[in-house]
């Protein structure tokens, strides 16, 4: 054997040594869950709740996932890897949860070799893989049952990572095919993968160097990947808005995602330097950040976003890493908010990885001397990292355990009250069930007003219609604007046009003004709750039965107001003032609506 074939050897032995010892550390590390629990948050939609995954690995169950737009996703792999699992292991839930871990600790493995084959750096790809698969920030991904899909499709990404390497340095129709296939694997996995075209694109500058030669190919072959990507994000913003968990603009201004992705991207980087307070739920501010804050975080992303381009041919490292973790961050920032947490543990998955290149580089240093006082420090860091890894593992021991550790570190954490409510009355403990939800409430009213319309739901299927509205009414009273009440609500009026006379408070009845003034009732109370098109209905039904009637043109034209339809509401104003001048309502508003189309 050469000399060449020897070092080549005795690389690849190292190599798999570390790979080796990666997974072996990891998975003692995540040992621990095999004695875990389901918890009440996501584990009962996607497994023990599901009767189409509880039942296991049948023909049926497959086509539903292939098919399913389920808890806002469409992810038919995910699906289909729990219902394994239910088919191998039933529903242990300490048996999921260790596969979750053997996938958290081959992606581990996978990032090793990906980053490794593409700078030939052994030991920096090696810190780059263990702060990966011990730090804390990623507990939440492996140690949470409903999160398969994050360390499911990050093992397709690694894997195309590696194929694309392959296929970069000795391009072919059969290795690019590999790269593609990856990608549509880790996208029916979870739609994070969106983003890998970007960073492929990214380590063509760094380390690939596949630049060099020119800017043509390597966009060129980003295109189907591309493809790939807007399908999948097709998808996907269909699928969550079918279950209702976008937020709307009018919930949830621009300005206020736009602070909340600067912040939320700032406490990823605090949390990664020192994951002191990690738990499941942050709440959403919704506004209420201090503004200190936001400047201090605008200012520190601006500064190194700017150091990134400025020494991009010095430290190209540190562009493609701080480009990877700002990139990878843009689905899961909240610029377009799903759900009602401010950020999430489980977001920075694959985008620490980029911050992990960033570190490995900077400590690689020439003096021998010098490197030995790194190697010491950095493995006092893993150790640290390790030991608390392990701590943040032991609150998923079960739903009470992690949802009290989210009341000790948030604790206006009105989603952990929630959830321990419905611990504690699955275990029969219903007067702490009740102090719980009573806090959950009193934090968040909206919970009540989900209450209300869970209510409704059922009163308006048993085909008492009066009292459902009226339950959907109670709810907006307790959360104004919400919008699941104001949805049902909605739909309601538009599917059965009698709702409109049970929505406002009825009119004396007897006389023949009653059926109008009870339309008139209803336009009032419906423009009270925003609902402003039916608000118009409503109205217009009015005018219908009573032509002569000036109250019902005076709302009329307040919602058509509302509405920025300005001349009809004009109109409707004097109509009302010909049929009652001095009408206080028509003529006020109508001084005001003239005010503001500048007459």
Known sequence: MSADHAA?????????????????????????????????????????????????????????????????NWHPLTWISHMLDVQLFGLDAGRHHFVSALLHAVDAAL?????????????????????????????????????RKDVLSTLFWMLALLAYVRYARRPSPRRYAGVVAALALGLASKPMLVTLPFVLLLLDYWPLARLRAGWRLPLLDKLPLLALAAASSALTVHAQRESNAVLELVYSPLRDRAANALLSATLYLRDTFWPARLTLFYPHPHGSWEA???????????????????????????????????????????LVQVGDQARADRYTYVPLVGIFIVLAAGLRVPAARARRAVAAAVAVALIALAAACWRQIGYWQ???????HGI????????????????????????????????????????????????????????????????????????????????????????????YLLVGPEAAGGNRDAPAARYVSAGNELGRLQLFEESVAAFKAAIRLRPDLAEAYAGLGTSLGNLRRFPEAEAAYREALRLKPGLPEAQGNLATLLKAMGR
């Open 398 to 404: 079960s739903g009470l355990t992690v949802y009290q």
């Open 408 to 499: 000790d570190t948030v604790p206006d954490n009105w989603l952990a009250y929630l959830n321990i409510s419905r611990e504690l009355s699955n275990a029969g403990r219903q007067k702490e069930r009740s102090e719980a939800m009573s806090k959950a409430f009193a934090l968040n009213p909206q919970l009540k007003a989900d209450t209300y319309c869970n209510a409704a739901g059922i009163l308006i299927a048993q085909g008492d219609l009066a009292r459902g509205i009226e339950q959907l009414r109670s709810a907006l009273r307790v959360a104004p604007g919400h919008r699941e009440a104001m949805r049902r609500l909605r739909e309601l009026l538009r599917q059965r046009p009698e709702a």
């Open 8 to 72: 080549l050897a005795a690389t690849r032995g190292r190599r798999r040594l570390i790979a080796a010892v990666l997974v072996a550390v990891t998975l003692a590390l995540y040992a621990q869950v095999a004695g875990h629990d389901f918890i009440t948050l996501d584990d009962g939609a996607y497994i023990t709740l599901n009767p189409n995954v509880s039942t296991g690995l049948t023909l049926e169950n497959v086509r539903w996932a292939l098919t399913a737009e389920h808890s806002g």
């Open 111 to 147: 990032l090793f070799a990906a980053t490794s084959a593409m700078t030939g750096a052994v030991w920096p790809s090696a810190l780059v893989a263990a702060l990966f698969a011990w730090h804390p920030l990623h507990v939440e991904s492996v140690a949470w049952a409903a999160e």
């Open 292 to 334: 200190w804050k936001i400047g201090v975080g605008a200012a520190l992303l601006a500064a190194v976003t700017l150091a990134a381009l400025a020494l991009a041919r010095r430290a190209p490292a540190l562009f493609t890493g701080w480009f990877w973790y700002a990139g990878t961050l843009v689905p899961v920032i909240g």
